[in-house]
């Protein structure tokens, strides 16, 4: 019997109705799909039994790898990569129109989000997006402008991708039993025509340097980003501001500013 590692922040998804509606979500009836963190395969299953033209699982797990090589043995489709997705090169392997499925470890789910936000490549070849997330951390990703979740995760997710659907997932579809609720977001790419940031990491960078003092008003911090001068060509903008206060395209026409100088 596999147990769940805590140190990889596992924790299984048995619940046979949350995994069929997980996959239901986007069609991947012949469509490209990869799964990260398949654990034991109980959402592997599902995604074959919807008839994928081609699976790729990431599994760091040596352990499960091992179990996962053994079950799939004889299914043509599949591909098993025993690696850190944090490390792995998963644009590489992304084809036009994937489909991305994951049941992500809690304690690295926010960093697997946004290194696939980062694809040098966009708009990217994967169309779709299915993961799912501790709830808290849900509310931070789609935190609106003005909520209190609103931060540096929101502003760049929406940035470069959209929600689609959602639904909450209660302790008892998992083994073990965590304490907190989780969410499953589908997101989807898209490309925003009215801003014009060469490199995401810009971004990233400035919104950690702004939220950094977030109690603080922004004018010291955006002092080490860009000449106080340049800031008069975007409107609205108030020195005496805290983080939150600013909109979300604020922050993207300050990254375009700092890229210019």
Same mark, same amino acid.
């Given at each position: 019997?596999?147990?769940?590692?805590?140190?990889?922040?596992?924790?299984?998804?048995?619940?046979?109705?949350?995994?069929?509606?997980?996959?239901?979500?986007?069609?991947?009836?012949?469509?490209?799909?990869?799964?990260?963190?398949?654990?034991?395969?109980?959402?592997?299953?599902?995604?074959?039994?919807?008839?994928?033209?081609?699976?790729?699982?990431?599994?760091?797990?040596?352990?499960?790898?091992?179990?996962?090589?053994?079950?799939?043995?004889?299914? +043509? #489709? &599949? $591909?098993?990569? =025993?690696?850190?997705?944090?490390?792995? *090169? /998963?644009?590489?392997?992304?084809? !036009?129109?994937?489909?991305?499925?994951?049941?992500?470890?809690?304690?690295?789910?926010?960093?697997?989000?946004? +290194? #696939? &936000? $980062?694809?040098? =490549?966009?708009?990217?070849?994967?169309? *779709? /997006?299915?993961?799912?997330?501790? !709830?808290?951390?849900?509310?931070?990703?789609?935190?609106?402008?003005?909520?209190?979740?609103?931060?540096?995760?929101? #502003? &760049?997710?929406?940035?470069?991708?959209?929600?689609?659907?959602?639904? /909450?997932?209660?302790?008892?579809?998992?083994?073990?039993?965590?304490?907190?609720?989780?969410?499953?977001?589908?997101?989807?790419?898209?490309?925003?025509?009215?801003?014009?940031?060469?490199?995401?990491?810009?971004?990233?960078?400035?919104?950690?340097?702004?939220?950094?003092?977030?109690?603080?008003?922004?004018?010291?911090?955006?002092?080490?980003?860009?000449?106080?001068?340049?800031?008069?060509?975007?409107?609205?903008?108030?020195?005496?501001?805290?983080?939150?206060?600013?909109?979300?395209?604020?922050?993207?026409?300050?990254?375009?500013?700092?890229?210019?100088?």
């Amino acid at each position: 019997m596999i147990f769940p590692k805590k140190s990889l922040g596992q924790n299984f998804l048995i619940d046979k109705n949350i995994i069929k509606k997980i996959v239901n979500l986007t069609d991947i009836n012949n469509k490209d799909v990869i799964e990260i963190g398949p654990g034991k395969g109980e959402l592997t299953d599902q995604i074959l039994s919807n008839k994928p033209k081609s699976l790729q699982i990431i599994e760091k797990d040596s352990n499960l790898f091992k179990i996962l090589k053994l079950k799939y043995s004889n299914n +043509k #489709i &599949i $591909k098993i990569y =025993n690696s850190d997705i944090l490390k792995f *090169n /998963l644009e590489q392997i992304t084809n !036009k129109g994937s489909i991305i499925f994951g049941n992500l470890p809690y304690n690295i789910s926010s960093q697997i989000l946004v +290194k #696939i &936000i $980062k694809f040098r =490549n966009w708009p990217p070849r994967y169309s *779709n /997006l299915v993961f799912m997330f501790q !709830k808290e951390l849900g509310d931070k990703i789609l935190g609106k402008y003005s909520s209190k979740n609103y931060g540096r995760l929101s #502003i &760049i997710t929406h940035y470069r991708l959209k929600l689609f659907n959602k639904f /909450l997932v209660s302790p008892n579809s998992f083994f073990p039993r965590p304490k907190i609720n989780s969410v499953v977001l589908h997101l989807v790419p898209k490309y925003d025509k009215n801003f014009k940031i060469k490199n995401i990491d810009n971004l990233e960078k400035v919104t950690n340097i702004l939220f950094s003092n977030k109690r603080k008003m922004i004018k010291k911090s955006i002092e080490k980003i860009l000449n106080i001068n340049n800031l008069k060509k975007i409107e609205e903008i108030d020195l005496s501001s805290r983080p939150s206060n600013l909109k979300p395209e604020i922050y993207y026409r300050i990254t375009e500013l700092y890229e210019k100088v």
